[in-house]
C-alpha cells in the first residue's frame, strides 16, 4: 500500500453506504473486506432459558431466531470476551412476538430492528425465556457478522473516444458500481448500469483505475457503517503490530 491514500463518500448512510478509497493495493482491499465480515465484534445471543414455550416451534428453532436478531453493538472498551447481557421476553397470543418485545438487562445492547418476527402465537399460546448475550468475531459464527453485505470493485474510468460509425447499430454496453467521468464520481444505477444511456450514439472505452477501490457496505444495525470500517482498521493494525513483534523476537 502506498504510504497516501484518499477516501471519497459516494453515497452516505448510516447503515448502508458506499465510498471510494485511492492509494491501496488490491491485497489491502480484499483485508479490509474481511475485517468488516469475520473480524468486528458484535453482540448476539448464545444461550436461550425457555420458561415456558407452547408455540408450535421447537425451542432449538426459537432459539435460532433469538440468535440472529441483531443487537445493538457498545463502544469499544465497555465490553470484553466473555461479557453477556439477560434478555427476556414474556408475550401471550393471540399476536406475534417481535424483536422489539425482547427487554434488555443493560441500555447499550439492544434489538436494532424491532420489527423483526419470532413467533406467531395464537390463543392460549406463550413464550417466555430468557437469553445471554456475549461478544463475539464473525470468523466464528455468521450472527456476529456485522456487516451483512460487504464488498468492492474497481473504480472504472471512462473516456469518450468519439462518435459511432454513421451505420453501425448501438449496443448496449453494462457496467456496474461507480465511474468515473471527466473526474467525477457517477453511479452506474443513474444510467441503469448501460453506458449506451448516458453516451448514446459514442465509442467509449472502460479501463480500471489503479489502486482505486468502491466500497459498498451494509450493516445490520450493530452499528453505523463509519463504526464498521474505523473498528476494521483498528483490526488491521493490531493484527499488523502483533505481526512486527513476532518477527522482531
Not at 67 to 78: A, D, I
Not at 102 to 118: F, G, M, T
Amino acid at each position: 500500500m502506498t504510504e497516501e491514500y484518499d477516501v471519497e463518500f459516494v453515497e452516505t448512510g448510516d447503515r448502508k453506504a458506499r465510498f471510494l478509497v485511492r492509494g491501496v493495493t488490491p491485497a489491502f482491499a480484499n483485508g479490509l473486506r474481511r475485517a468488516m465480515v469475520a473480524d468486528v465484534p458484535t453482540m448476539a445471543i448464545d444461550e436461550v432459558r425457555f420458561i415456558e414455550n407452547s408455540s408450535v416451534m421447537f425451542d432449538e428453532q426459537l432459539a435460532l431466531r433469538l440468535g440472529l436478531v441483531p443487537l445493538s453493538t457498545p463502544p469499544e472498551g465497555e465490553f470484553v470476551d466473555g461479557d453477556t447481557v439477560t434478555l427476556s421476553i414474556d408475550v401471550e397470543g393471540p399476536g406475534t412476538a417481535y424483536s422489539g418485545d425482547l427487554v434488555s438487562s443493560d441500555s447499550l445492547v439492544q434489538p436494532a430492528e424491532d420489527n423483526v418476527p419470532i413467533i406467531d402465537l395464537k390463543d392460549d399460546q406463550r413464550l417466555e425465556a430468557e437469553a445471554d448475550a456475549v461478544i463475539e468475531r464473525g470468523k466464528n459464527h455468521a450472527k456476529h457478522q456485522g456487516g451483512v453485505a460487504v464488498g468492492y470493485r474497481h473504480l472504472q474510468r471512462v473516456s469518450v473516444d468519439g462518435d459511432l460509425p454513421e451505420f453501425e447499430d448501438e449496443r448496449s454496453q453494462i457496467v456496474r458500481g461507480v465511474i468515473e467521468d471527466d473526474g467525477e464520481l457517477i453511479p452506474t444505477s443513474e444510467f441503469d448500469d448501460d453506458l449506451s444511456n448516458r453516451y448514446p450514439g459514442k465509442e467509449v472505452s472502460v479501463e480500471d483505475v489503479p489502486n482505486a477501490f468502491v466500497f459498498h457496505v451494509e450493516t445490520d444495525g450493530s452499528f453505523t457503517v463509519a463504526e464498521l470500517v474505523t473498528r476494521a482498521v483498528d483490526t488491521l493494525e493490531a493484527r499488523a503490530t502483533e505481526l512486527e513483534e513476532a518477527v522482531q523476537l
